[in-house]
């Protein structure tokens, strides 16, 4: 029991959030799935659904994904007829993304799903435990940013005698 406990607590942090994503995204991709969703899909119209129009800039912030991800997302829901690009009345150079008759029908029938996986990810979560957790999860999301700020900065290894004769 000692023993198990210990492993417990040295299992790096990197390979917990690495398992929580796999499994979260097979839970998804198992109640997105009959929807014919892939889960960004599935969150991408959740996403849309549960607020105002977006832009596509808005939608990956809100998502966390990087823009060209956002948009090829959004263009197969496009294809598929679930969303619509729409000119902004503010400013007619930004684009819009709303849903269809047809995607905000879906996205009436996927949000309960969504909103049980969201729930249930933190059930047994006290309020304030709940909020240190989104804190370190915050905190690990901007170190990671430092880590690759700092990565990109430094001077590539030099090669080694092997690589250069190849």
Same mark, same amino acid.
């Given at each position: 029991m000692q023993r198990h406990m210990l492993r417990d607590q040295e299992e790096p942090v990197g390979v917990l959030l690495a398992a929580v994503r796999r499994r979260l995204r097979q839970v998804v991709h198992a109640e997105a799935g009959g929807h014919r969703l892939s889960p960004q899909q599935f969150w991408a119209l959740v996403g849309i659904a549960e607020g105002a129009a977006l832009s596509l800039?808005?939608? =990956?912030?809100?998502?966390?994904?990087?823009?060209?991800?956002?948009? /090829?997302?959004?263009?197969?829901?496009?294809? &598929?007829?679930?969303?619509?690009?729409?000119?902004d009345p503010h400013d007619r150079r930004r684009l819009l993304i709303e849903t269809t008759a047809g995607?905000?029908?879906?996205?009436? /029938?996927? /949000?309960?799903?969504?909103?049980?996986?969201?729930?249930?990810?933190?059930?047994?979560?006290?309020?304030?435990?709940?909020?240190?957790?989104?804190?370190?999860?915050?905190?690990?999301?901007?170190?990671?940013? &430092?880590?690759? =700020? /700092?990565r990109a900065r430094r001077p590539a290894r030099p090669a080694t005698a092997r690589e250069e004769r190849a």
């Amino acid at each position: 029991m000692q023993r198990h406990m210990l492993r417990d607590q040295e299992e790096p942090v990197g390979v917990l959030l690495a398992a929580v994503r796999r499994r979260l995204r097979q839970v998804v991709h198992a109640e997105a799935g009959g929807h014919r969703l892939s889960p960004q899909q599935f969150w991408a119209l959740v996403g849309i659904a549960e607020g105002a129009a977006l832009s596509l800039g808005a939608l =990956a912030e809100r998502l966390r994904i990087d823009q060209p991800t956002a948009s /090829r997302v959004v263009a197969s829901l496009t294809r &598929r007829g679930l969303l619509r690009m729409a000119e902004d009345p503010h400013d007619r150079r930004r684009l819009l993304i709303e849903t269809t008759a047809g995607g905000a029908e879906l996205a009436a /029938r996927i /949000r309960p799903v969504a909103r049980d996986l969201r729930e249930g990810l933190v059930a047994g979560f006290s309020a304030p435990e709940l909020a240190a957790f989104r804190g370190a999860l915050k905190k690990i999301l901007g170190n990671l940013d &430092r880590f690759e =700020a /700092r990565r990109a900065r430094r001077p590539a290894r030099p090669a080694t005698a092997r690589e250069e004769r190849a």
